[in-house]
């Protein structure tokens, strides 16, 4: 995943408007993100060691704080790069992003329902993509 520069002002936009839609049910959609991965890849379960309830809190927190961010490099790699080296450690690799992507995309327009539109998939796609080129970036450093 090359990175890029920044995300477009829209995507940003997009992505936020998104959020603000999701952050009332976020309980629920971290539950279907996680019921969802490990449908998809049940060996991933044994990364997480910790207890589950914490670890979905520090997952909608985290991804609240790169949310609020995406428009200030520095402030989002901060977190970006801090929880890409974590990530490493925890025995996520590269090739995980990828499912994530997909457990991600699809919790949100099972989440978003009609929000969840083509511009709006777009938009997350490409926030994911690109959050996930520097958290990778940062672990490989």
Known sequence: MPLRNE??????SRVREGF??????SDRMVELFYE????????????????MAEQKRKFISTLAAIIAHLDDREARFAITGTLGRHHVEYGVSPDHYIVLRGAMLHTLARTLGAAWTAEA?????????????????????
Not at 20 to 25: C, G, L, M
Not at 36 to 48: D, G
Request: proline share 4%.
């Open 7 to 12: 995300l477009s002002a829209e995507d940003i």
């Open 36 to 51: 969802q991965l490990f449908t998809e890849r049940p060996e991933l379960r044994a990364l997480f060691r910790g207890d």
């Open 20 to 25: 603000d839609r999701v952050w009332p049910v």
């Open 121 to 141: 998939a777009g938009a997350w796609g490409r926030a994911y993509d690109f959050v996930a080129a520097e958290m990778i970036e940062a672990a490989s450093v």
